[in-house]
């Protein structure tokens, strides 16, 4: 489990072709020291396995089906990547329940500035827009972010201030790049759970009944 809260930028060193997969070394000297072989890293959002490390860099192999639904398969040597190692129970929760499971591909419709804020207009498939809603919560890239308006059908809008512009990689994206997507933990089980109700069953006492809630308890 991770929070959003990036806590570095990682550059990818080298991109070796694997059968079915690609292993990437990305130098990172600010957490590779702190690594271990299998511990959890998210890289722009999506959750991979540390496989080696040294003081400067880490490696992960990253799966053909990783590569067809991230924007891993992308990556290039130079490629800026967003880091955050997973969360430890007990700590504090900045950001917002993240699982480091990519929903879906979005793409950077328009960036504006602000004052010394940005604002950074996204596509957003169905997937991850039927789980969106105004001020709740979305991963892009691996960052927490609020959404701030949704300005139009398959879309989402989040505002950026200078810090999170300066300390990830979306300060770096350009209209037409592929962003990673992580809609709301809690929105994406509410979804589901109603999803049910459409088909027959009333969201009533009758229907929470029919699915083990309520009545009689043992």
């Not at 991770?2 to 570095?8: H, K, L, N, R, S």
Request: glycine share 14%; aromatic share 6%; with cysteine.
């Amino acid at each position: 489990m991770f929070t959003g809260i990036i806590e570095t930028v990682g550059i990818i060193h080298s991109v070796r072709e694997k059968s079915g997969a690609k292993e990437f070394v990305i130098t990172a000297p600010e957490i590779s020291g702190e690594l271990k072989p299998g511990d959890s890293i998210t890289v722009d959002g999506a959750c991979q396995t540390a496989i080696r490390n040294d003081d400067q860099t880490f490696a992960i192999e990253t799966i053909g089906t990783t590569l067809s639904r991230t924007v891993a398969g992308e990556y290039r040597v130079g490629s800026r990547v967003n880091l955050e190692r997973s969360m430890v129970l007990g700590g504090r929760l900045d950001g917002h329940l993240v699982q480091g499971h990519v929903d879906a591909v979005g793409r950077l419709l328009s960036v504006r500035q602000e004052g010394d804020y940005w604002l950074l207009d996204f596509q957003v498939p169905d997937l991850v827009a039927e789980v969106t809603i105004l001020h709740g919560s979305i991963t892009i890239n691996g960052v927490s972010l609020t959404v701030n308006a949704l300005p139009g059908e398959g879309q989402c809008q989040v505002g950026i201030i200078p810090f999170t512009w300066d300390h990830t990689n979306l300060g770096s994206l350009k209209p037409g790049d592929p962003v990673n997507l992580e809609g709301d933990l809690v929105g994406k089980y509410v979804a589901k759970i109603l999803s049910s109700w459409k088909g027959g069953k009333e969201l009533n006492l009758k229907g929470l009944e029919a699915w083990g809630y309520g009545g009689e308890q043992a």
